[in-house]
């Protein structure tokens, strides 16, 4: 693309980008989805629960791109379901502190097999440009904490 050709989306790095997320996060939805009946919020608040022990909404909604209201809702859901469970927070009375039940920490465990699983096709898809894209990523400051 050259200064004196018109902007085209589909030619915007920052669109292609986000099709390319979007495409992969629904992929791997129908997987989890289909095994766990879980939502795209609802996997990713239990996904982080499995990495931090218990956290309040506030800590998740920081770490996983969504909304605090999706995060409110999934952890309801969750909790209504028997995956997470609910208490005080240790420094802030006014927070809400959430973590895996046994169920949870069940469910995590398959379904973290089959996000490797999931992972190991994607790399598998991008060949030799799966590290030059793992580079890229870090160098744009897509790697979590």
Request: proline share 3%; aromatic share 4%.
């Amino acid at each position: 693309m050259s200064a004196h050709d018109p902007f085209r989306l589909d030619l915007f790095l920052p669109y292609r980008l986000s099709v390319a997320a979007t495409r992969i996060s629904r992929r791997f939805a129908e997987r989890y989805a289909a095994e766990a009946g879980l939502s795209i919020p609802e996997w990713r608040v239990m996904a982080h629960l499995n990495h931090s022990g218990s956290v309040s909404v506030r800590d998740i909604h920081a770490r996983v791109n969504l909304d605090k209201s999706m995060v409110s809702r999934a952890a309801t859901r969750l909790e209504q379901v028997g995956l997470v469970s609910k208490a005080g927070h240790d420094q802030d009375r006014r927070l809400v502190a959430l973590e895996l039940t046994a169920k949870g920490r069940e469910l995590m465990q398959r379904l973290g097999r089959s996000a490797q699983a999931f992972q190991a096709e994607l790399v598998a898809e991008l060949g030799e440009d799966a590290e030059a894209l793992d580079r890229a990523l870090a160098r744009l400051g897509a790697r979590p904490d």
